[in-house]
């Protein structure tokens, strides 16, 4: 697991990142009651994924998605950190780029992976959605390692993908 230094005083703050490889060291930012944290998960998935830590303090569900890498979390990030209250809508679809996101409950059973949220808040006092990545409205069409990409992210949801993929007409 790799944390990303990020810890604004609130969900409506500018944020503050330093990710890997940018000279940021270790941080401590789930244990603090300071704002919230954006961790790297890329341990025992097949793509990496960032979790949000914190945003239950502020009566919000965590967040979570997979990338292909660190490049394209940092883009997915770029998208939805400015939104964060809106985006966190069971149901919704994000549109824009070359991905766009459903956003999906996840499972209870899955919740316990999200393993420095479960250390802050136990592991049955927050509640988690995932933006699953689909081909962009806006898309020329996905690359083939971004098709492989799209076809192997993991889904945390509730229910089946099945039900997820075929709500907005997707």
């Known amino acids: 697991m790799t944390d990303l230094a990020f810890c604004p005083p609130n969900v409506d703050d500018p944020p503050v990142l330093e990710w890997p490889g940018e000279g940021c060291g270790t941080w401590d930012g789930p244990t603090s009651s300071d704002g919230f944290s954006l961790w790297i998960d890329d341990s025992g998935w097949r793509f990496p994924c960032v979790y949000t830590v914190g945003l239950t303090d502020y009566g919000l569900p965590e967040l979570v998605f997979f990338g292909q890498d660190t490049v394209q979390l940092r883009q997915q990030w770029g998208a939805v950190q400015g939104q964060l209250k809106e985006l966190v809508t069971v149901g919704q679809t994000v549109r824009g780029g070359p991905f766009d996101a459903l956003v999906s409950a996840v499972s209870d059973e899955n919740l316990v992976q999200l393993g420095e949220v479960v250390r802050r808040f136990g592991p049955r ?11 962009g409205q806006d898309s020329l069409g996905p690359s083939s390692s971004e098709l492989s990409f799209l076809a192997g992210q993991p889904y945390l949801g509730r229910g089946t993908l099945r039900e997820l993929l075929g709500r907005d007409g997707i």
């Open 125 to 135: 006092n927050f509640t988690a959605v995932q933006m699953y990545w689909v081909v």
